[in-house]
């Protein structure tokens, strides 16, 4: 996102002496994306950003997944995997419990009370939607208020915690590359277009510095190994947000969703229309609250469709959703329809929505372009029946 920030203090020329008030060296860190040959921002230290203490293994949570074999759509009802009061126990980062995924991108979901561990994900960018509760995300380029509705994107490496003021719930998608607003929204200089349904002024990025104080702090660390993901715990003898400035294209923000200006039509839209971010080998888009297709003879759900090259996933997270009537499907569910299998309305769904001229749902949408594979999470919280809503009845 070629977006032009700047926050607290930066010397008038990048890579000069910064001099701190009693006459000493800030230290400069360029943080940059595809080998310093894409966007990048300049952050300046108090203390060198590299020196560690300690470094040492971090178990991550069970990340390992099975294929969706046999194949058949899924009903996952997120909800379940967090019962009662155990959110309290939990935080935004390490609580988070895997629930589909694949080489390129990973999603899961917490419900979570407590103030996150320091954490850096060094594999790839993630866009964690917040389907309900409040908050803020600090992170090394500052603070970032969060609400409902907000997508937080997060960089690569970027150094942040969450402080949930009370129950946060977190739809996590994890990519292994960069996650950018669609390419088709921006200009050959990186500025959102006009036809775009959101433009640079919906999104919010870190307004000061923290410039939080301590020694020997813990940041756990997602990375790359030999076996696949893994975690490290790092040791710093300084606090890592001793950032006094920074300025460049690459921090974090977050966008609401209540921002996004749906594109309709006189006939049914088909989901490119409804798209907000892109990564290696997936799409995210939504579905809001809006007007639906006005053509006198329209059907306004969805057709039946075959996306021949990907998985959806649809998480569902406010209104009601028509197309999915009847099906069990509700607040915290999502929709597995994999590539291979046609899917659309359930029964009925189609017929009623002839005359319509609204609908108040809210659903986040995830395509992938290679298989996804169920998580420990997603195998927990199956809707067994969900297959055979179509036909009304199951194997024999």
Not at 2 to 22: C, I, L, M, N
Not at 66 to 76: A, C, I, S, T, V
Not at 83 to 104: C, Y
Not at 332 to 349: D, E, R
Request: charged share 20%; glycine share 12%.
């Amino acid at each position: 996102m070629a977006y032009y920030r700047q926050v607290g203090s930066v010397p008038p020329k990048r890579h000069t002496q910064h001099r701190t008030p009693e006459g000493g060296l800030y230290y400069e860190e360029l943080m940059g994306e595809e080998g310093f040959s894409s966007d990048s921002s300049l952050l300046y230290h108090r203390h060198i950003p590299s020196a560690i203490v300690d470094s040492a293994p971090w178990q991550l949570p069970d990340l390992r997944t099975e294929p969706n074999y046999p194949l058949k759509p899924r009903h996952l009802k997120l909800h379940e995997l967090f019962a009662g009061e155990e959110w309290k126990r939990h935080d935004v980062v390490t609580g988070r419990r895997l629930v589909l995924g694949n080489g390129d991108v990973r999603i899961s979901y917490v419900a979570a009370g407590e103030a996150s561990p320091l954490y850096r994900n060094s594999i790839g960018d993630e866009c964690v939607y917040v389907e309900s509760g409040e908050g803020t995300v600090e992170t090394v380029f500052g603070a970032l208020p969060f609400r409902q509705g907000d997508y937080v994107l997060l960089p690569r490496a970027t150094t942040h915690r969450w402080v949930p003021d009370g129950l946060v719930r977190a739809y996590a998608i994890e990519a292994n590359s960069h996650i950018t607003p669609a390419r088709r929204y921006l200009s050959k200089f990186g500025q959102l277009l006009e036809h775009a349904p959101f433009c640079e002024r919906d999104l919010t990025g870190p307004a000061e510095p923290l410039l939080a104080e301590g020694e020997d702090v813990e940041v756990l660390v997602k990375h790359r190994g030999s076996t696949g993901i893994v975690g490290t715990k790092f040791v710093y003898p300084w606090h890592p947000f001793d950032v006094i400035g920074w300025d460049g294209c690459l921090y974090p923000y977050t966008f609401n969703v209540g921002d996004f200006e749906p594109i309709t039509g006189r006939v049914h839209q088909p989901p490119p229309a409804h798209q907000v971010f892109e990564g290696d080998n997936f799409v995210i888009c939504n579905f809001v609250p809006r007007k639906v297709d006005y053509h006198p003879l329209s059907i306004p759900v969805p057709y039946y469709h075959s996306n021949v090259d990907s998985d959806e996933v649809m998480f569902y997270c406010g209104g009601d959703y028509e197309a999915r009537k009847g099906s069990g499907i509700g607040q915290g569910s999502i929709s597995l329809h994999p590539g291979g299998h046609s899917h659309g309305p359930q029964p009925g769904a189609y017929e009623r929505s002839i005359g319509a001229e609204f609908f108040d749902e809210l659903a986040v949408m995830v395509d992938t372009f290679r298989p996804l594979e169920l998580g420990e999470g997603g195998a927990a919280a199956e809707d067994d029946g969900y297959a055979w809503t179509w036909a009304g009845r199951g194997p024999k």
